[in-house]
């Protein structure tokens, strides 16, 4: 759908303001001094509580406009690199002087204004770090789409702590040190997205894949440097990053967005079919088209990125794109807000389905079968892995990249039973997080008896039909609650921690504290706790082998065995960590 109207009638499109990066209080700014990358970080959660209870009253105003970021949170990963980057003993002796300077751009550095700058570095998300500097004051600029060592032109958009937030005028030189990659257009006009520079989803697209691996091997390592709180000695260094066996098409979700039909359009619709505007319109020459876009958020502006294609779906989600796309924007005025588009990418469902009493068999499971795209997030959703058979509604959570899940399942399987060692095998898996079962029914050859638990009913009522359909029934179990809940249950179902092993498998928040603290009750043999969110995943897997070693008390503590990540996110800067957690002494 297209309309015009007048260039009066819609305000300009306003820059999303960025909450998450507004100036501190003095007792935040304090407390952020304190959150600065260093092995003498009070505990993350303690920082959480101390800034909730930060003091209100007397210069409030200020404290309104300068909020923290949340630990964990983006703006507080950025705040990391920047910090790094300027040097940590240059914005300590800033910080130090407690004047709030560090809020104070240098001259030079006034909004919308366009500077030259080198790229010094790139930031955890992909983004480029420059270096300013004037009267003695260091300053980073933050700009997407940039690489180390490019010359850019940058418009400036928003001062912040420390660092300046700007969008990317031009490259003026490019570096190829980390170009070149099969998503470079320079270099391979026919490979990567089109969309790469408007687009806010895959930042590493240019970076050769090795360096993508890399990259993500240094966030696990800056992750644990500046949240997990323990001592050097107790990280292992990190291994290399798991390659995804596909780097583009893997995506088996997309989920793209639309706005409504906006209010001006529609007054100047109905005005002109009543006929009402007639002489006005006459004498107004300039007008203005309203599209329908259909995709993805923009970076760093607001409003939507319409999307045809996305290299890194799978094939038969754009497929599936053109049609969806077509029949929203056929249907666009019947919308009164925006709304999401669900692919999912799926087998055709087997038939008849495989059941308790037939359950799944792979031998005669055709794998050329043509996969279908799923839009309905009720229906059910079909996915292979390894041997096994696992369904879901479309609309619940499952990992995203097929293509990695043998690997990633296999690898927790190994980091549990370690080839060759003669330590006491686990004969019971508690799967906790456990969503439609991934782990509890992939690595269910391995064990007696599992024990699943997941928040969300669907996620529960999934694994139990997965269990059912694969003939594990008689060996699973599976409660819907929050995943503390599953200790309470287990020594009745004959799980003790002296034969037991886990799978953490949180949400990007992570664990709660109950459930940390059940688990040290708990006390298993191994724990394998994979997650999206590296940074979260540190503070709990620091706080779990602090705790242990208190409570402990030298006779038995975890040691933190092994960590990776798992591309399980190729073109993005996400990544996926495993940490293996063992105990060691007397259970
Ligand atoms: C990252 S997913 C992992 C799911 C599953 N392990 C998999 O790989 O398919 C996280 C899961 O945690 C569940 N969840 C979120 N908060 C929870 C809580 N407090 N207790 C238990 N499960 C929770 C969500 O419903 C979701 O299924």
Redesign the pocket.
């Known amino acids: 759908m297209s309309v015009t109207a007048s260039p009066t009638a819609t305000p300009p499109p306003k820059r999303v303001r960025n909450d998450a990066l507004i100036a501190p209080t003095d007792e935040e700014a304090a407390l952020n001094a304190a959150s600065a990358p260093s092995s003498s970080n009070p505990a993350p959660r303690q920082q959480q509580q101390r800034k909730n209870n930060a003091p209100q009253g007397k210069g409030k105003r200020k404290r309104n406009r300068r909020i923290l970021p949340d630990p964990y949170s983006p703006g507080d990963i950025l705040y990391h690199d920047v910090v790094d980057f300027l040097g940590k003993e240059y914005t300590d002796a800033v910080l130090a002087k407690g004047d709030d300077s560090e809020w104070d751009a240098p001259e030079g550095l006034e909004r919308f204004a366009e500077i030259e700058l080198t790229v010094g570095a790139m930031t955890v998300s992909g983004e480029s770090l420059s270096l300013y500097e004037k009267d003695g004051k260091k300053w980073a600029i933050v700009v997407p789409f940039a690489h180390p060592k490019d010359k850019i032109r940058a418009k400036l958009i928003q001062n912040q702590r420390f660092h300046t937030t700007a969008d990317l005028v031009e490259i003026v030189e490019y570096c190829d040190d980390l170009r070149g990659g099969e998503g470079d257009r320079r270099k391979n006009p026919e490979a990567g997205c089109k969309y790469f520079g408007e687009c806010g989803g895959c930042q590493l697209q240019p970076v050769p894949y090795a360096i993508q691996l890399k990259h993500k091997q240094r966030t696990v390592d800056l992750a644990y440097k500046r949240y997990a709180n323990l001592d050097a000695s107790k990280v292992p260094e990190i291994l290399p990053t798991i390659a995804s066996p596909k780097q583009w098409a893997y995506r088996t979700k997309i989920t793209p967005h639309f706005d409504a039909v906006p209010k001006w359009v529609k007054a100047q619709e109905a005005a002109q079919q009543a006929g009402a505007d007639a002489e006005a319109e006459s004498t107004n020459t300039e007008q203005r088209t309203w599209t329908c876009k259909i995709g993805f958020d923009r970076k760093g502006m607001p409003g939507v990125l319409d999307i045809e294609e996305c290299p890194i779906a799978t094939d038969v989600l754009n497929a599936k794109m053109g049609p969806e796309r077509q029949r929203i924007k056929e249907t666009i005025s019947t919308f009164k807000r925006g709304a999401t588009l669900l692919l999912r990418d799926s087998l055709p469902a087997p038939d008849p389905v495989p059941s308790k009493e037939q359950p799944f068999d792979v031998k005669t499971f055709d794998a050329s079968t043509p996969h279908i795209a799923v839009t309905n997030h009720k229906e059910a959703v079909y996915e292979k892995v390894g041997d096994y058979l696992f369904s879901?509604s479309a609309g619940?959570?499952?990992?995203n990249n097929n293509s990695i899940l043998i690997p990633l399942t296999d690898y927790v399987k190994e980091a549990i039973f370690p080839p060759g060692s003669t330590a006491k095998r686990p004969t019971h898996l508690v799967?906790?997080?456990?969503?439609?079962?991934?782990?509890g029914i992939t690595l269910s050859s391995e064990f007696e008896r599992i024990a699943g638990?997941?928040?969300?009913p669907?996620?529960i009522a999934a694994a139990g039909k997965n269990a059912g359909m694969n003939g594990l029934l008689d060996k699973t179990t599976w409660l819907c609650?929050?995943?503390?809940?599953i200790f309470g249950g287990l020594a009745e179902k004959g799980f003790g921690g002296d034969h037991s092993c886990i799978?953490i498998?949180?949400?990007?928040?992570g664990?709660?504290t109950p459930?940390l603290e059940q688990f040290l009750n708990f006390k298993p043999l191994t724990a394998v706790y994979?997650?999206?969110n590296v940074h979260t995943q540190a503070r709990d897997i620091g706080w779990l082998i602090s705790e242990s070693e208190v409570r402990g008390a030298g006779k038995w503590r975890y040691e933190l065995e092994s960590l990776r990540g798992f591309d399980l996110f190729p073109q993005t800067a996400h990544v996926e960590s495993v940490g293996v957690l063992r105990l060691v002494g007397t259970n």
């Not at 609650?481 to 809940?485: H, I, L, M, R, V």
Request: hydrophobic letters at 30%; charged letters at 25%; proline letters at 5%.
């Open positions: 879901f619940s959570f499952f990992q799967d906790t997080y456990c969503g439609s079962g991934l782990f638990v997941d928040v969300s669907e996620g609650g929050k995943a503390e809940d799978v498998d949180p949400p990007r928040k664990c709660d459930f994979v997650s999206c």
